[in-house]
């Protein structure tokens, strides 16, 4: 190896202490976490009715969020890629101000608009009896809330990736906007859907301020993972322990499945 070659590989000795110091500082909980797992009596902690309770309603609600989210998420996605709206650097902004917006304002924002006394949650009880907060269906409002803008900005990115000329030609030969959309720009994007839908499925199977404060921690109807963890963590320790276990195993599985798109090095 030429020398120029082997002076840039090494690795500055003043940036080594601060590098190694914040992999510590990163991983050593983690690690902590699976010393102090009790893993002789895992299986017990783990098969309670109320971890199950737990997990399946996590599992749904974030599954459903994730739903919202695609619904709702692509479409404003190609919006702010594809058109030149008035405004957009502003609607962009409030689309990913819940990314910086603490969790429990947001639930308290979605209390104001979304409660019986909100804003939009008073029409919605007295026109159609419709009850927004402390239900399983308010549990999947406040995942959508905070989970939508990590698949907009997937989205967004891939859509400006992807070569405009394509949707282009196929309206030379006659296909509508919404074809093009459908036939053409949908398979074009299809891997940045997928990576922005299991981030949005991730953060909104991590979610806790929001859900905590717009939907309550009732089990079996509002309690997910994070409440459990946090239920838990003032009654029986070692029962958080194993249910954070679960959750840390998810986020490796989301981090295994996103490494090629996001981990992997240019």
């Given at each position: 190896m030429?020398?120029?070659?082997?002076?840039?590989?090494?690795?500055?000795?003043?940036?080594?202490?601060?590098?190694?110091?914040?992999?510590?500082?990163?991983t050593?909980?983690?690690?902590?976490?699976?010393?102090?797992?009790?893993?002789?009596?895992?299986?017990?902690?783990?098969?309670?009715?109320?971890?199950?309770?737990?997990?399946?309603l996590?599992?749904?609600?974030?599954?459903?969020?994730?739903?919202?989210?695609?619904?709702?998420?692509?479409?404003?996605?190609?919006?702010?890629?594809r058109?030149?709206?008035?405004?957009?650097?502003?609607?962009?902004?409030?689309?990913?101000?819940?990314?910086?917006l603490?969790?429990?304002?947001?639930?308290?924002?979605?209390?104001?608009?979304?409660?019986?006394?909100?804003?939009?949650?008073?029409?919605?009880?007295?026109?159609?009896?419709?009850?927004?907060?402390?239900?399983?269906?308010g549990?999947?409002?406040?995942?959508?809330?905070?989970?939508?803008?990590?698949?907009?900005?997937?989205?967004?990115?891939?859509?400006?990736?992807?070569?405009?000329?394509?949707?282009?030609?196929?309206?030379?030969?006659?296909a509508?906007?919404?074809?093009?959309?459908r036939?053409?720009?949908?398979?074009?994007?299809?891997?940045?859907i997928?990576a922005?839908a299991?981030?949005?499925?991730?953060?909104?199977?991590?979610?806790?301020?929001?859900?905590?404060t717009?939907?309550?921690?009732?089990?079996?109807?509002?309690?997910?993972?994070?409440?459990?963890?946090?239920?838990?963590m003032?009654?029986?320790?070692?029962?958080?322990?194993a249910?954070?276990?679960?959750?840390?195993?998810?986020?490796?599985?989301?981090?295994?499945?996103?490494?090629e798109r996001?981990?992997?090095?240019?």
């Open positions: 030429p020398p120029r070659r082997r002076r840039a590989n090494r690795v500055p000795v003043a940036l080594l202490l601060p590098a190694l110091i914040g992999l510590a500082f990163l050593l909980p983690v690690v902590g976490l699976l010393i102090r797992a009790p893993w002789s009596s895992l299986s017990d902690q783990l098969t309670s009715t109320e971890v199950w309770d737990a997990l399946r996590s599992l749904v609600s974030a599954t459903a969020a994730t739903g919202v989210s695609l619904l709702l998420g692509v479409p404003l996605a190609w919006l702010l890629a058109t030149e709206l008035p405004g957009r650097r502003l609607v962009r902004a409030l689309v990913t101000l819940p990314l910086v603490p969790p429990v304002v947001g639930g308290v924002a979605l209390l104001l608009v979304l409660g019986r006394r909100g804003i939009v949650g008073s029409w919605l009880d007295s026109a159609f009896g419709i009850t927004l907060p402390f239900t399983t269906t549990v999947i409002v406040a995942e959508s809330f905070v989970a939508m803008p990590f698949l907009v900005i997937s989205v967004e990115g891939a859509l400006r990736a992807a070569d405009p000329r394509y949707e282009e030609a196929a309206a030379t030969l006659g509508s906007r919404l074809t093009a959309f036939r053409v720009t949908l398979p074009l994007i299809a891997p940045g997928g922005g299991v981030l949005a499925w991730a953060r909104a199977l991590g979610e806790f301020g929001a859900t905590i717009f939907a309550g921690n009732f089990p079996g109807r509002t309690q997910t993972m994070p409440l459990a963890v946090y239920l838990a003032e009654r029986d320790p070692e029962a958080a322990i249910l954070s276990l679960v959750l840390l195993v998810v986020s490796i599985a989301v981090l295994v499945g996103l490494r996001w981990l992997s090095a240019p």
